[in-house]
């Protein structure tokens, strides 16, 4: 049972345009929700998070949507860039537990 | 300040062959974690570590996997008799404190089983 799922398993926008990636969860006690970025033989990096007590995180290009009652979130990133192409990962955790579990992805292609 | 640290980066077995992988978290960092890979796939917690205690270990294939953290810093998973199915990159992050925090991951060992 995937407790966190990314509908999109690959994503294509044209420079300059915002991409949007989606992520849903079922897990009520989730209250954490980082977004990584990972490049082919590298290791993810933390991006941007956000906590359930807030619906908006903002960070440069980076945005984070959150609908607690929907138990849905979404990433934007505006202005895109070639450089940005990459696998996104949404990732939940709760307080209490400090584990991450992670979508399954969504590889995001900028192209000039 | 240096990031997590692994090493080897690639590995290449037979199966039956052991391997071990090693990890050096963040400086300062009481929570270790590890995290298995599949190509095409999110990270899947295997074990974690909260100084040298291990928090929880229920996703480790516990008759083929080990993995120890003796002094609360570096750590080594081990991988006793590799079977195809482990082929996946093994990666090792790190962080500070108490609840859900921002982890740190390192570069990745790739092992693939032949």
């Known amino acids: 049972q995937q407790q966190v799922r990314q509908s999109s398993q690959s994503l294509t926008v044209w420079e300059g345009e915002t991409a949007i990636l989606n992520c849903s969860y079922e897990?009520?006690?989730?209250?954490?929700f980082p977004w990584y970025q990972q490049f082919p033989g590298e290791g993810p990096a933390l991006l941007i998070a956000?906590?359930?007590?807030?619906d908006k995180k903002e960070d440069g290009r980076f945005t984070i949507f959150f609908n607690k009652r929907e138990k849905n979130l979404s990433l934007h990133i505006k202005d895109s860039q070639p450089g940005d192409s990459a696998t996104y990962f949404c990732a939940a955790s709760y307080q209490g537990g400090r584990a991450l579990i992670f979508g399954t992805g969504t590889t995001v292609s900028v192209s000039p | 300040e240096a990031g997590v640290t692994q090493s080897p980066r690639y590995a290449v077995l037979q199966e039956g062959q052991a391997v071990s992988f090693w990890c050096d978290p963040i400086?300062?960092?009481?929570?270790l974690y590890w995290y298995q890979q599949p190509r095409d796939q999110g990270p899947q917690l295997l074990v974690y570590?909260?100084?040298?205690?291990?928090?929880?270990n229920s996703q480790l294939p516990s008759d083929r996997f080990s993995a120890v953290r003796p002094k609360g810093t570096n750590s080594t998973l081990k991988i006793q008799s590799a079977k195809q199915g482990d082929t996946a990159t093994y990666l090792c992050a790190s962080s500070f404190g108490l609840g859900a925090g921002e982890q740190y991951f390192g570069p990745g060992t790739r092992l693939t089983v032949l």
């Open positions: 956000i906590r359930s007590v807030s």
């Open positions: 400086s300062g960092h009481d929570t």
């Open positions: 570590f909260r100084d040298e205690a291990v928090i929880d």
């Open positions: 897990n009520s006690a989730f209250d954490y």
